[in-house]
């Protein structure tokens, strides 16, 4: 790789929105792994029921996924910057 | 099965195929034949380039094995599906505008290619290039016997047959259009893999008697069906997070993946991509495994995994509805194997032929080989498919694991770190792929996790000290 192609004002941005799809994934698994096995761990006669699921499932998986959601659109709507990706455009 | 079903699967079969036909004439317009046939020319919208992304990824096993797995196991294996929703976003914000902008600079069409140009290698470009022919040349030979077998298990003809109609739908669109035929054909095919689990998954509630219904059912055949370890307990919480590897962000390391990370038109494109994706995937993997789970009361005593899922659709369906959803995981299986196609002969002309054959190859030459290798590609995976080798079911076992050893530091730290070299790079590569099939062989889940996280691990340790023990010789002279 050659020596200016690491410097492009550009990267700043890029790298600040791949930090912020990895702080993504890591809430994403505490949020999973908490309520799954913190809720799920006790034996199923005592589980809590919300609209039919266990409570762990609910709001492991089905919760998980619409926050998961509405993080990913706040985060690309408020958070991700629109630039050129054009090759032309770097000096 | 009755004629009701398996007419809407034949004309979807027939739509997808005129739709491939028609993109097509992208390619004898386009001015650059290269860049149009492996990467759509860098054209695709939010849209499609979600749908394209969800659904190579999508297999066969979200709609067949993982279902089945998931009537067997109940709802933790909900749970370790849900592990995929990280693909949705990780992929296209990691790689992101970086890996778009960088790809565009080198004017690279492959993953091959950006590697070639970041590493300067002839090595690292063997290296990777024989990694993908062989995991995903199998891989895709796997995915073609169980289209094939689909098509022979709902339509109830024969296996050579069917096989002959699968390989024809896919082969000649494949040929004809290159990636935009893929991409475009993948957006209608994602629609249908949505509402297919749309339909069934309602379709199954109301036989079932309502969620709460069918989760006492399973509490009183198994209270371990409704907890996340699994029906016997054994889905440990460090063996179902290993998956966050596996299926969630190692995923951004396979190339048919990744190579679409380089193919969006523009930032817009990928915002979109990104929030339709999350959506599509996150949907799919989770009611189409809840509905794998919720089966089990509505049609107990299924034996083999995978048929459960059309076993189902045509319990709790009518005819032609059936017929609707079980063109999902027809769907689900044509769109990874047109991608694979594609990454495999692109792997052969644009990273061997032309880097090392005929480099100075004109536009003729390279529009005739790259046609004509992807319809040999196609015909010796037709042929492999009539009797399967056990090479290829043993190479495929290692398929998705093997790639994403071997490329996910390569391609992560060649694209952010500055000080990652070609050594780093061969010696990640090596040590991913031996390592992940020695574990796979002889000692699985190390650690009571999936063998590719500690595949990973050593990959990591080996790029970073194949770069720093021989720094010196990775400072870039050239200036130009």
């Not at chain 2, 149009?36 to 297999?59: D, H, N, P, Q």
Request: aromatic share 14%.
């Amino acid at each position: 790789m050659k020596e200016k192609e690491w410097n492009d004002k550009r990267y700043k941005i890029a790298n600040r929105e791949a930090w912020i799809g990895v702080g993504l994934v890591i809430f994403n698994f505490i949020w999973w792994f908490g309520f799954a096995y913190g809720l799920g761990s006790k034996s199923p006669e005592s589980y809590h029921y919300i609209f039919g699921f266990p409570a762990w499932f609910f709001f492991s998986c089905i919760l998980g996924f619409i926050v998961m959601m509405a993080l990913t659109v706040f985060v690309v709507k408020f958070f991700f910057k629109d630039v050129s990706l054009e090759a032309e455009e770097e000096e | 099965m009755n004629l009701e079903a398996v007419l809407p699967l034949f004309i979807f079969i027939a739509i997808v195929f005129l739709i491939g036909i028609w993109a097509g004439k992208f390619v004898s317009r386009s001015d650059s034949f290269l860049q149009e046939y492996f990467l759509g020319g860098r054209s695709l919208g939010g849209f499609i380039l979600a749908m394209t992304l969800v659904t190579t990824y999508g297999s066969a096993s979200s709609f067949l094995s993982g279902p089945g797995t998931a009537y067997n196991e109940g709802l933790g294996w909900v749970l370790l599906s849900m592990t995929q929703l990280a693909t949705g976003y990780f992929v296209l914000m990691v790689l992101g505008k970086r890996f778009a902008i960088v790809t565009r600079k080198y004017k690279t069409v492959t993953i091959v290619d950006f590697l070639k140009e970041r590493y300067q290698s002839k090595w690292v470009v063997i290296l990777s290039a024989a990694s993908i022919l062989i995991f995903l040349f199998s891989a895709m030979s796997a995915q073609w016997i169980g289209g094939a077998r689909l098509i022979q298990s709902l339509t109830g003809i024969s296996y050579f047959t069917s096989l002959c109609i699968f390989s024809l739908a896919v082969l000649v669109y494949v040929v004809v259009g290159g990636f935009r035929a893929v991409a475009i054909t993948d957006g209608i095919q994602g629609i249908i893999m949505f509402l297919g689990t749309l339909i069934l998954l309602i379709a199954v509630v109301i036989a079932g008697g309502g969620v709460s219904q069918i989760m006492s059912d399973l509490a009183a055949e198994n209270p371990n069906l409704i907890t996340p370890f699994g029906a016997d307990g054994s889905l440990t919480p460090a063996y179902v997070s290993s998956f966050w590897v596996l299926v969630g962000v190692g995923v951004v390391a396979l190339p048919q993946i990744a190579v679409r990370a380089m193919s969006y038109k523009n930032a817009k494109a990928l915002h979109r991509g990104i929030i339709i994706s999350t959506f599509v995937v996150g949907f799919i993997m989770l009611n189409m495994h809840l509905i794998g789970v919720f089966g089990r009361t509505v049609l107990p005593g299924i034996e083999i995994g995978d048929t459960v899922m059309p076993e189902l659709a045509q319990a709790v369906l009518p005819g032609w509805a059936a017929g609707i959803v079980l063109a999902a995981p027809m769907a689900a299986i044509m769109t990874t194997v047109n991608s694979l196609l594609l990454m495999v002969s692109s792997t052969i002309v644009k990273d061997v032929y032309l880097n090392y054959v005929r480099p100075d190859a004109g536009d003729t030459t390279i529009r005739r080989w790259s046609m004509g290798a992807t319809a040999l590609i196609g015909i010796i995976v037709i042929l492999m498919s009539l009797q399967p080798p056990d090479l290829i079911i043993w190479l495929n076992l290692f398929s998705m694991g093997g790639l994403e050893a071997a490329f996910i530091w390569p391609i992560i730290l060649g694209l952010y770190w500055r000080r990652g070299t070609k050594h780093g790079a061969i010696a990640s590569m090596l040590t991913g792929v031996i390592s992940y099939i020695i574990f796979e062989s002889f000692y699985p889940q190390p650690f009571g996790m999936h063998s590719v996280v500690t595949s990973m691990m050593l990959a990591f340790v080996a790029y970073v000290s194949g770069s720093l023990l021989y720094k010196k010789e990775s400072l870039p002279c050239e200036i130009v």
